[in-house]
C-alpha cells in the first residue's frame, strides 16, 4: 500500500485527521485499496455480449457432455456436482482467453507476484430450483480456518447471466478475509451484503473471503466460471496438464501459469527427469569457484 505523508486540508469532505493515507492515482490503484480493503472488487464490460453468448452455449454443452459421461445428473446429485462444468479449457480453448485476459491478470501479478498457478476454472451454472454446494458460507480455500498477511489464493466469477434480484446473485461479508473465524450468524445478518453484478462483468476476491451463493429461484440457468489462481504450493484438484496432454507446454508462461512446472510426480526418479527435461534454471550458472 502506497502511503504518503500530506498536510491536513481542511476542504469539505476530503480532510483527514491523519499522518499517512492511501493514494490512488488511477482506476488501478482504486481496484487494489477496494480488494485490500473489502476482500473483492468488480470488473465491468470485461466481455461483450457475442462472448457471453457464446460462452453460455458452450457451459450448457460441457455439463451436457460431463453429465452424460457419469451417466445422468442423479449422479453428480448424488457426490454435490450439480450444475458443475469442469476444466472448461480441456474442451474448448476460447476460455484461455478469460484466464489470461489482462485485466484480471494485472491484479493476479500484483497481489501473488510473477510465480502462480491456474488451481481450477469451471463453469457453474446456478440451475433454477437446484440447490448447489456453493450456497452455504465459505472460503474457496476450503475449512481453513486461518488467513494470511497477502493473499495465497484469489478467485474470479465471471458473470455470464446477470445477477439480479429474481435469480438472487451472491451474498459477501466485506473485509471476511482478514479474520480467521467464520462470524456468528447474527453479526452475518446485519452485515452482509447482497451483489448484483451485470453479464460481462468479473468479480474478483481473495480466497480467504466468506460468500455464498444465492438460491436460483428463477426460470433460467445463472451461469458463470470461475476461475481460482493460487501460488504453486497449491496442487491442483484436476491436473490440468495431463488432460491438456502437453498443449500449450511450448509458451513459457502458460507451461508455468496451467501448472506444467509444478506437477505431482510418481517417483524421486520422474521428480529428477523432470527437472532435467524441463530446466527452469541451471544451478551451476550460482556456483563460483574459489581461487
Do not use: W
Given at each position: 500500500m502506497?502511503?504518503?505523508?500530506?498536510?491536513?486540508s481542511f476542504e469539505a469532505e476530503r480532510s483527514a485527521w491523519v499522518?499517512?493515507?492511501?493514494?490512488?492515482?488511477?482506476?488501478?490503484?482504486?481496484?487494489?485499496?477496494?480488494?485490500?480493503?473489502?476482500?473483492?472488487?468488480?470488473?465491468?464490460?470485461?466481455?461483450?455480449?457475442?462472448?457471453?453468448?457464446?460462452?453460455?452455449?458452450?457451459m450448457d454443452e460441457v455439463y451436457d457432455a460431463q453429465v452424460a459421461d457419469m451417466g445422468g445428473e442423479e449422479v453428480l446429485i448424488?457426490?454435490?456436482?450439480?450444475?458443475l462444468a469442469r476444466n472448461l479449457l480441456e474442451y474448448d480453448e476460447f476460455f484461455l482467453n478469460l484466464m489470461t485476459h489482462d485485466d484480471v491478470l494485472a491484479l493476479i501479478r500484483h497481489f501473488l507476484g510473477q510465480y502462480f498457478t491456474l488451481f481450477q476454472f469451471n463453469g457453474n451454472l446456478n440451475i433454477q430450483n437446484l440447490p448447489a454446494t456453493s450456497t452455504p458460507w465459505h472460503r474457496d480455500i476450503t475449512f481453513r480456518d486461518f488467513i494470511s498477511s497477502r493473499p495465497i489464493s484469489i478467485t474470479t466469477i465471471w458473470v455470464i447471466d446477470e445477477f439480479n434480484q429474481e435469480n438472487d446473485g451472491i451474498s459477501v461479508l466485506p473485509g471476511s478475509q482478514k479474520h480467521e473465524l467464520f462470524p456468528s450468524f447474527d453479526f452475518v445478518e446485519k452485515y452482509q451484503q447482497k451483489l448484483f453484478a451485470k453479464e460481462g462483468s468479473v468479480i474478483v476476491l481473495d480466497g480467504m473471503f466468506f460468500h455464498r451463493s444465492g438460491f436460483n429461484n428463477s426460470d433460467s440457468r445463472r451461469r458463470t466460471c470461475q476461475g481460482m489462481y493460487a501460488l504453486p504450493f497449491m496442487g491442483q484438484q484436476i491436473s490440468i496438464p495431463r488432460t491438456l496432454?502437453?498443449?500449450?507446454?511450448?509458451?513459457?508462461?502458460?507451461?508455468?501459469?496451467l501448472g506444467y512446472n509444478s506437477m505431482q510426480q510418481a517417483s524421486v526418479r520422474d521428480w529428477r527427469q523432470e527437472k532435467l527435461d524441463n530446466k527452469r534454471k541451471n544451478l551451476n550458472n550460482f556456483m563460483v569457484e574459489e581461487d
Open positions: 502506497e502511503a504518503k505523508k500530506q498536510k491536513l499522518n499517512e493515507r492511501y493514494i490512488a492515482n488511477n482506476d488501478f490503484d482504486l481496484r487494489v485499496e477496494e480488494f485490500m480493503r473489502n476482500g473483492y472488487t468488480v470488473l465491468e464490460g470485461l466481455l461483450n455480449a457475442t462472448d457471453v453468448a457464446y460462452i453460455r452455449n458452450k448424488e457426490i454435490g456436482e450439480q450444475g496432454k502437453d498443449k500449450y507446454s511450448d509458451d513459457p508462461f502458460l507451461k508455468q501459469f
